[in-house]
């Protein structure tokens, strides 16, 4: 799963990094200070409001949140660095930890289980009171944007009408009549957890991969697993069903600082981008990435204004 590179990868490998699916990196290694700054990335940008240098993952989104983040900074005064598609959640991690990053945009369910596996926190208030007491002294995190870019089962809205679903509950009345697809290993990782928790049990399990969301499209399989944020959902008028169980756990764009090198002026301008920031307007940003072919840092701008923060 792409997001949940955090979960998939810490069930595979315990100690390896969570890194999500998306773009590769340039060439050359992105934590050089020496080099210079990725294109499109915010430079020094001058001003009394500290320094920071903002990472990011290997992938558009993560690139995105990074841009906005480092251009909401420099509007504040402060003078900012990007290191951009730095690869792992392991690497990136750790230079938050010893300061070689000041900041990165997180997932904060994603971060828990990477830091704490067995914590069964599932909504945002619990997984982020966890990370507050699993987080070692150097690092902290700001308060979650209502952004998330988390796991779905999602349907057309055909279907949706047809069966009249609006949850994971409605879904278990006619889960046997319908196929569901997801990655490969989607049906060991959820096949008993869907049964204990909704009794979900489906005709049949298809692994489609990334081709989910146009799977679902053409009815080759009715109901699939598909991120919230992925912008086929608009493209192809899908629907994620309600997880009222929170089966699937928080994934809230969440800050994560290191905390001895974050300034008041940081901390503030981060917890006005992350009250601005929805799972709708991530979604519609990525439309742009992803369909139209635009820049992140482009998008990022055109947010940051249109949302009075830069």
């Given at each position: 799963m792409r997001r949940r590179f955090g979960t998939a990868a810490v069930l595979l490998t315990a100690a390896l990094a969570l890194t999500a699916c998306g773009g590769g990196g340039?060439?050359?290694?992105?934590?050089?200070?020496?080099?210079?700054?990725?294109?499109?990335?915010?430079?020094?940008?001058g001003g009394g409001g500290g320094k920071a240098v903002i990472g990011s993952f290997d992938f558009d989104e993560s690139v995105l949140l990074g841009s906005i983040y480092a251009q909401a900074l420099e509007s504040k005064g402060v003078q900012v660095e990007e290191k951009q598609r730095i690869g792992s959640r392991e690497v990136v991690y750790d230079q938050v930890k010893s300061g070689g990053l000041t900041v990165v945009p997180e997932y904060n369910g994603n971060l828990l289980a990477f830091i704490d596996l067995q914590n069964k926190a599932s909504t945002t208030d619990d997984v982020n009171a966890a990370l507050k007491e699993k987080l070692p002294a150097e690092l902290e995190v700001l308060a979650s944007s209502p952004a998330e870019d988390k796991d779905t089962l999602s349907v057309t809205k055909d279907t949706q009408a047809k069966q009249s679903l609006n949850s994971m509950e409605d879904l278990a009345k006619v889960s046997k009549t319908m196929t569901v697809g997801g990655p490969p290993e989607f049906k060991k990782r959820w096949e008993a957890r869907f049964k204990e928790v909704y009794g979900l049990q489906f005709k049949e399990w298809k692994p489609t991969g990334p081709t989910t969301a146009d799977a679902i499209k053409d009815g080759s399989i009715q109901v699939g697993n598909v991120?919230?944020?992925?912008?086929k959902m608009t493209a192809n008028n899908l629907v994620p069903l309600q997880d009222p169980k929170n089966i699937f756990p928080a994934q809230n764009v969440t800050p994560l600082l290191n905390k001895a090198a974050a300034t008041d002026t940081i901390r503030t301008t981060l917890d006005a981008v992350s009250a601005k920031l929805t799972t709708q307007s991530l979604q519609d940003m990525m439309q742009k990435i992803s369909v139209n072919k635009d820049e992140p840092a482009t998008v990022a701008k055109e947010w940051l204004t249109s949302n009075g923060l830069a």
């Amino acid at each position: 799963m792409r997001r949940r590179f955090g979960t998939a990868a810490v069930l595979l490998t315990a100690a390896l990094a969570l890194t999500a699916c998306g773009g590769g990196g340039g060439g050359g290694n992105p934590l050089d200070t020496s080099s210079a700054a990725p294109s499109g990335s915010a430079t020094a940008g001058g001003g009394g409001g500290g320094k920071a240098v903002i990472g990011s993952f290997d992938f558009d989104e993560s690139v995105l949140l990074g841009s906005i983040y480092a251009q909401a900074l420099e509007s504040k005064g402060v003078q900012v660095e990007e290191k951009q598609r730095i690869g792992s959640r392991e690497v990136v991690y750790d230079q938050v930890k010893s300061g070689g990053l000041t900041v990165v945009p997180e997932y904060n369910g994603n971060l828990l289980a990477f830091i704490d596996l067995q914590n069964k926190a599932s909504t945002t208030d619990d997984v982020n009171a966890a990370l507050k007491e699993k987080l070692p002294a150097e690092l902290e995190v700001l308060a979650s944007s209502p952004a998330e870019d988390k796991d779905t089962l999602s349907v057309t809205k055909d279907t949706q009408a047809k069966q009249s679903l609006n949850s994971m509950e409605d879904l278990a009345k006619v889960s046997k009549t319908m196929t569901v697809g997801g990655p490969p290993e989607f049906k060991k990782r959820w096949e008993a957890r869907f049964k204990e928790v909704y009794g979900l049990q489906f005709k049949e399990w298809k692994p489609t991969g990334p081709t989910t969301a146009d799977a679902i499209k053409d009815g080759s399989i009715q109901v699939g697993n598909v991120f919230s944020t992925d912008p086929k959902m608009t493209a192809n008028n899908l629907v994620p069903l309600q997880d009222p169980k929170n089966i699937f756990p928080a994934q809230n764009v969440t800050p994560l600082l290191n905390k001895a090198a974050a300034t008041d002026t940081i901390r503030t301008t981060l917890d006005a981008v992350s009250a601005k920031l929805t799972t709708q307007s991530l979604q519609d940003m990525m439309q742009k990435i992803s369909v139209n072919k635009d820049e992140p840092a482009t998008v990022a701008k055109e947010w940051l204004t249109s949302n009075g923060l830069a």
